[in-house]
């Protein structure tokens, strides 16, 4: 699994309220989540976010409380992955239950800025940053993972595995 694309870039302590304000949790609809996604932080994340799928960031991202709202608003709004120096335990999960990509690398969060062109590899586990021309090593993400991500998120995977 391989995309290319731009990037967002934040800082440390992106907690879930700056990412989906509490005043939208009583929603259930992932396209109204996705139109508050990032409103308490960034006002132009919509607009970012039209050429920009990668997000970078700094340490724990996704801190704060436990809502699955706030990775399936980033998932929601077209983001395609987020490379953090590191997550909170309960959003990396969250992410990863939704399908939405999650990297934990800080050598690359700390070297990748804002705009830059990536090339990310799960199975290789690879990030290029085409802008830079630099190349980080991850861990690639497991199989398992890569499938649940594949599928759409958990519930997909299991409902695909059941009717194999």
């Known amino acids: 699994m391989i995309i290319r694309e731009r990037t967002i870039k934040y800082g440390d302590n992106v907690d879930t309220d700056v990412i989906i304000p509490a005043r939208y949790l009583n929603t259930s609809d992932d396209r109204e989540l996705a139109s508050h ?6 006002r132009d994340f919509k607009e970012k976010v039209k050429e920009k799928k990668i997000i970078i960031a700094g340490n ?36 990863i239950n939704i399908g939405l990509p999650v990297i934990s690398s800080r ?40 499938g649940i991500i594949k599928s759409g998120g958990y519930i997909n995977f299991v409902k695909e595995d059941l009717n194999k």
């Open 37 to 42: 996604c990032f409103e308490g932080l960034d």
């Open 107 to 146: 050598e690359a969060a700390d070297f990748i800025q804002d705009g830059d062109e990536l090339e990310v590899d799960f199975s290789s586990g690879r990030i290029k940053d085409i802008t830079r021309d630099k190349v980080f090593n991850i861990n690639p993400l497991p199989e398992f993972i890569q």
């Open 60 to 95: 724990n991202f996704g801190c704060g409380s436990s809502r699955e709202h706030a990775p399936l608003s980033i998932k929601t709004s077209g983001v395609k992955a987020i490379i953090a120096a590191s997550f909170s335990r309960i959003f990396f999960r969250n992410s």
